[in-house]
């Protein structure tokens, strides 16, 4: 029998899921992580992805949602950005293990010889790397939550269940807390909840050896308290160790649910402190959500994936908390980056294109930027929203065939490829990636708007603006605002005497935060405020970041 681990004061949460996936588990980890830091808690998160790619990177987002970038420059799942929105922190590469990575791993030290003739395994050789990954990722904070993708039972998780089962075992019962989310379908013919594959769903989990703590039950709509009771004697946890979990309108408000609900005395004797969580901060987000608002401010996406929140999650993130920081109501149009014309953008009070891979759309966002530059409405340009308002704008300035490397080989590119880019164009971890330093141009919109000249924000690019052609750019109407240190790299551009038409090579959606939006998107949406058409200015700028 292996000796137990002392893994210093770590505490470890475990956050599974039975039934469905897609109903939650990223949002209820990281809200009560929220707790736990609202009661004074230093607080460290993972995300165990099963599935075999090497990271997100080239995951369609369609189908898998955006891909957030770490400051370190990880590709991950878009879960990694509901943890850092709801504990203001900024995870690292540690933050994302998957199964992909990990074999990689194993196989490379086995042709290395590094198993000296012994057969490699998934158990005990994955199932350990998965532990030590969890041990690296949790140094040093008081409590470490690691969430699993997927439903317990899948074949390809059943490895980190069991990588999950040892390690509560090896740091001792007291030390690791078991969180297990299932759904309760309601049917609509015969009007009720049905608790049965949420029982199975339990039922599988202890066939893998472990017992939940705490049970988490979403539903659609609130459900009768016998669903909670049934759902606590198959778990074979107490009543109050079920929390039942309807839909909310605001992701925000579940920090408050945890902590108000009966799960706080299961924590608190988990964390071993009866400290009373500071919940003010979230009730103030929420009041401002919840608060009279009448003025409305109508965003145009414009964008490739429809109606696919999960794609553009971060910007939208980003979009709502700037709105809720100045005071109106949002409300987001989605305009087909496929079919766009001057009309469509007509409807709205300002647009933003955001980051995007291939040719597919890219005409309109153009378009899109052309409209901007025509109609002075405000534009915020992300990465792809960037390119596209440098090539409208040099198009305007005489290079009519202006263009993109990505998009025409032969035209005149006025973005164009980085050097140490070409031949890997589909290849996966090689774009610039992570955080970046950028100097901006004293005084301009976007030094106004950071509140200083160097910045940094995260990137994920291959291309980037030819200065060769500054001169047909700039007389189309764009100059550049900010660059790399080093003068190289062109990361902000700006229409000089425009309400507010800037963009940039980074994203800088993925340090908005929900208390602390954006300056660039708090900009877009006061400039786009139909009763106050001012650039913002030293007095009304939004908070920076
Ligand atoms: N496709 C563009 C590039 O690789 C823009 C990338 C993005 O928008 N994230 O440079």
């Known amino acids: 029998m292996e000796a137990k681990i002392d893994m210093g004061k770590t505490k470890y949460i475990f956050v599974t899921g039975g039934v469905l996936s897609g109903v939650g588990k990223g949002i209820t980890a990281a809200s009560i992580g929220a707790v736990l830091q609202a009661k004074g808690k230093s607080l460290s998160i993972q995300k165990c992805d099963p599935y075999l790619n090497v990271d997100a990177g080239l995951l369609n987002p369609a189908e898998h949602g955006e891909c957030f970038v770490t400051k370190d420059g990880a590709e991950t799942d878009l879960d990694l950005g509901h943890y850092e929105r709801f504990l203001d922190i900024e995870v690292t590469q540690q933050s994302a293990t998957l199964s992909g990575r990990l074999l990689k791993e194993l196989i490379d030290d086995e042709r290395a010889g590094k198993f000296e003739g012994k057969t490699v395994q998934l158990v005990p050789h994955l199932t350990r790397a998965i532990q030590r990954k969890i041990e690296l990722a949790s140094e040093g904070s008081d409590v470490h939550i690691v969430e699993l993708g997927g439903t317990v039972g899948d074949y390809e998780g059943l490895s980190f269940v069991e990588a999950f089962r040892e390690f509560g075992r090896r740091v001792g019962r007291e030390n690791a807390l078991f969180v297990h989310v299932v759904y309760v379908p309601y049917i609509g013919t015969s009007k009720e909840f049905k608790s049965k594959p949420a029982q199975n769903a339990l039922s599988d989990l202890r066939g893998f050896g472990i017992v939940p703590d705490i049970i988490i039950v979403r539903t659609d709509s609130p459900a009768p308290e016998s669903i909670k009771r049934k759902i606590a004697m198959f778990g074979g946890v107490p009543d109050d160790a079920v929390l039942m979990m309807p839909n909310v309108d605001s992701v925000f408000k579940i920090p408050e649910r945890i902590a108000e609900s009966t799960l706080l005395p299961i924590l608190n004797h988990f964390v071993g402190d009866e400290v009373a969580p500071d919940m003010r901060r979230w009730q103030g987000l929420v009041s401002m959500q919840e608060s009279d608002k009448s003025e409305v401010v109508r965003i145009g996406l414009v964008a490739k994936y429809l109606d696919n929140e999960d794609t553009y999650l971060s910007v939208l993130e980003a979009l709502k908390s700037a709105a809720w920081h100045e005071g109106v109501v949002l409300e987001t149009t989605w305009i087909n980056a496929e079919t766009a014309t001057d009309e469509d953008f007509a409807t709205v009070d300002g647009l933003l294109v955001p980051g995007g891979f291939g040719v597919r759309g890219v005409e309109g966002k153009v378009a899109a930027a052309r ?83 160097t910045i940094v924000e995260r990137h994920r690019h291959r291309y980037e603006v030819n200065q060769a052609f500054l001169e047909q750019i700039e007389k189309g109407g764009i100059v550049v605002s900010g660059t790399s240190p080093d003068g190289r790299l062109v990361e902000f551009v700006e229409a000089p005497g425009k309400r507010y038409i800037i963009a940039t090579q980074a994203h800088p959606e993925f340090r908005s935060r929900p208390m602390r939006p954006h300056p660039l998107f708090g900009g877009l949406i006061h400039a786009a405020r139909p009763r106050s058409p001012h650039l913002p200015t030293p007095d009304n700028r939004p908070a920076a970041n």
């Open 371 to 453: 409209y901007a530059l025509e109609h002075d409405v405000p534009y915020l340009g992300i990465c792809l929203g960037l390119q596209t308002l440098v090539i409208a704008a040099a198009r305007r300035g005489g290079l009519g065939h202006a263009n993109s490397d990505e998009f025409e080989k032969s035209g005149q590119n006025v973005v164009y490829i980085m050097e140490d880019q070409v031949g890997k164009e589909s290849t996966g971890g090689t774009l610039r990636l992570g955080d970046y330093p950028a100097q901006l141009v004293p005084d301009s919109l976007a030094a106004r708007l950071y509140d200083g000249t």
